[in-house]
């Protein structure tokens, strides 16, 4: 991708973003309302195959032009990314470790946002110990059957196709020999058991999902292999985190956006607040924050996009990245004063948003553990 082609499509973007978003957003987060109609123009940006392969149909973006689509969408609503994103890494677990089969059958559908859907790992029980799993699939003839329940799932009400997290040996030692990922289409067994209310992130549905003997054809088995399914699931999770920390750049630039326009023009003591030192501290901080948060997505999606291991640098990004965006949301509310705490102003939005972005796709004292353990694996003494 030449530099005129990312100008071009983050232009377009940016286009619909002023447009038809940022006069919407706030009513239809506040109605937490599923936003159809900006769905249908996702789908004609191209950013349902966004980073699938050009020969499946794909737009085939590298991550760092993606990440930086996804931190500009996050500036204005960041509920929007969540629609493609876990969509995403299911095409990405399918593009590199599917069968050719199921590339060509699956990877066109979810490209043109005709079939959409996410990542069901998360259980009632577990999410950060994903192996401790106990959605259960037995073999059938040519179908698995499977038994169990996902909770916090993405796209869960409105998409139609999951890569979905299970045990098919329980007692496999050690437990992720026993885990495999299925590519699971709604169908008869397959129900959403609730729609689950949430802090921030509304628009986006959220849901439990139930499994009473849903049969899925063995062919939905990615990369036909069983015991390969926590590799699949995992080794998404470096875009998943590049792709959150994307987000915390944007909700992080969206709150200092706000707050530098906003203390301008609100005046006490006979001056603007900016004029006050008490304030420019704040916005001195939280611009680097900002700036900080995209050189390091920037230099983790370089890697990503490299094809170096990037455990360590995505890490870092998503920890960095999710804890400016909750800073500068603080920050924001704060530099706005009662008008902060108003439901007509959008900085209280990025303050219930922000903190999402600390828990999923590992959790922030996760990433500082994997991030350590990484430096002392690469500086052996
Ligand atoms: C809005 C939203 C959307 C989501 N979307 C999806 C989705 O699409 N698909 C999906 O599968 N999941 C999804 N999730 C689930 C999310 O990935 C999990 O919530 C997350 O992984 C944490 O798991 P948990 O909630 O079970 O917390 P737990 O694992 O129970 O963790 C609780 C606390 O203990 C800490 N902790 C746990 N283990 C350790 C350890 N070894 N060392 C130190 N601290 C530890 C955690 O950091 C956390 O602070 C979503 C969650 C939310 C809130």
């Not at 885990?179 to 609730?194: H, I, N, Q, R």
């Not at 203390?263 to 900016?274: E, H, M, S, Y």
Request: net charge neutral.
């Amino acid at each position: 991708m030449n530099t005129a082609e990312e100008t071009q499509i983050l232009d377009a973007i940016g286009k619909w973003l002023e447009r038809d978003v940022r006069p919407k957003a706030r009513a239809l987060e506040k109605r937490d309302e599923y936003p159809d109609a900006m769905v249908e123009t996702m789908k004609e940006l191209g950013l349902f195959g966004a980073t699938i392969p050009q020969e499946y149909g794909g737009l085939g973006l590298p991550a760092s032009t993606y990440a930086r689509i996804v931190a500009r969408i996050s500036e204005e609503w960041m509920s929007l990314t969540g629609i493609f994103n876990s969509h995403l890494i299911m095409a990405a677990a399918v593009a590199r470790y599917g069968t050719e089969a199921q590339k060509r059958e699956f990877l066109p559908k979810f490209a043109s946002g005709e079939v959409r859907g996410g990542l069901a790992l998360t259980e009632p029980d577990c999410g950060t110990d994903l192996q401790a799993i106990r959605t259960r699939a037995v073999r059938d003839g040519k179908d698995y059957v499977i038994n169990g329940t996902k909770t916090w799932i993405s796209n869960g009400i409105k998409g139609s196709c999951f890569a979905l997290l299970v045990k098919t040996d329980p007692k496999a030692s050690p437990r992720h020999k026993g885990m495999s990922l299925f590519l699971a289409e709604k169908g008869k067994g397959f129900k959403v058991s609730k729609k689950l209310e949430k802090l921030g992130y509304k628009g986006i549905d959220s849901a439990e999902l139930v499994f009473e003997d849903y049969r899925v054809p063995a062919a939905n088995l990615i990369g036909g292999e069983e015991g390969k399914g926590f590799h699949h699931a995992v080794g998404g999770l470096e875009l998943g985190r590049i792709n959150v920390a994307a987000r915390g750049v944007g909700v992080a630039n969206a709150a200092l956006r706000d707050a530098v326009a906003y203390a301008q023009v609100r005046k006490t003591f006979g001056k603007p607040i900016c004029e006050h030192q008490a304030i420019q501290l704040k916005l001195g901080e939280m611009a680097t924050r900002c700036e900080a948060a995209r050189l390091l997505v920037e230099s983790a999606a370089r890697a990503y996009d490299a094809g170096e291991r990037c455990d360590m640098e995505a890490g870092m990004a998503k920890y960095f990245a999710s804890e400016a965006a909750l800073e500068n949301s603080i920050e924001a509310v704060r530099i706005h004063g009662g008008y902060g705490y108003s439901t007509e102003f959008n900085v209280e939005r990025y303050y219930r948003d922000a903190p999402l972005m600390c828990i999923g796709e590992g959790t922030n004292e996760m990433q500082r553990i994997i991030i350590a353990k990484q430096l002392i694996a690469r500086n052996p003494a």
